[in-house]
């Protein structure tokens, strides 16, 4: 069964440093995965996808994600993260049936310190 | 930037009642999903729609739900008799359907409180 694991369950960095979230996926085949991130009373806002090529991602905010099949890993990065990132961040992995539902980590939450 | 609407963002309702969760997908979108989110665990998907019918759906989505595109906007969430467990936020969300790699995008949520 396909399934998301997000180890971190809270971080916080200091604004202006560097962050990086961890995903881990289980999937049968070449998954699709996303990160989410969820601002407080918000809702779901993508932040990037991949789905097949080149396995480094840019996304929206400056965020980017690696995927590494031999790690099963999706983890997402940011060289300097500002206090409007802290949020709720969700790794996702999309499966191939017809409905193509979503299925989603437990989320990490960041905190940022000023 | 086009946007899946929900209304109410927050519905607070007797154990037993009816409650009937409304969505606005995104104009010509084809397939449309349902998620919930119970206070501090995973987004989890609820089943989603296509062609006017069911293409999927969770264990989750017993026969206390179901859904309906009344018109050729709404999408709704019903909860026939609502539980204690069903309070969490619900998620509506809508996908273009023309390539299974489209994008998902998630409406802001409704809030749903079972006293």
């Known amino acids: 069964a396909q399934s998301v694991t997000q180890p971190d369950i809270h971080i916080t960095v200091s604004e202006g440093a560097s962050l990086e979230l961890r995903c881990n996926y289980s999937y049968g085949a070449t998954p699709y995965l996303f990160w989410y991130v969820q601002s407080p009373g918000q809702g779901l806002q993508l932040l990037l996808k991949y789905f097949s090529g080149d396995t480094l991602v840019q996304g929206i905010k400056g965020f980017e994600a690696e995927f590494k099949r031999s790690q099963s890993s999706f983890n997402l990065r940011k060289p300097s993260v500002h206090w409007s990132d802290a949020a709720e961040y969700f790794c996702?992995?999309?499966?191939?049936?017809?409905?193509?539902?979503?299925?989603f980590g437990s989320g990490t939450r960041l905190s940022i310190r000023p | 930037e086009p946007e899946v609407t929900q209304t109410p963002s927050h519905q607070v309702t007797q154990m037993g009642q009816e409650v009937i969760l409304r969505c606005v997908p995104i104009s010509n979108h084809l397939y449309f999903y349902w998620y919930r989110q119970i206070l501090g665990q995973k987004v989890e998907f609820l089943v989603s729609f296509y062609n006017n019918e069911i293409s999927e759906k969770s264990e989750i989505f017993d026969d206390q739900f179901s859904v309906e595109r009344p018109d050729g906007s709404n999408f709704t969430l019903k909860i026939r008799s609502t539980k204690l467990e069903d309070s969490a936020m619900y998620f509506c969300?809508?996908?273009?359907?023309?390539?299974?790699?489209?994008?998902?995008?998630f409406g802001p949520g409704t809030r749903l409180t079972v006293l």
């Open positions: 969300a809508s996908r273009a359907g023309t390539s299974g790699t489209d994008t998902q995008y």
């Open positions: 996702a992995v999309g499966t191939y049936s017809s409905a193509s539902k979503i299925i």
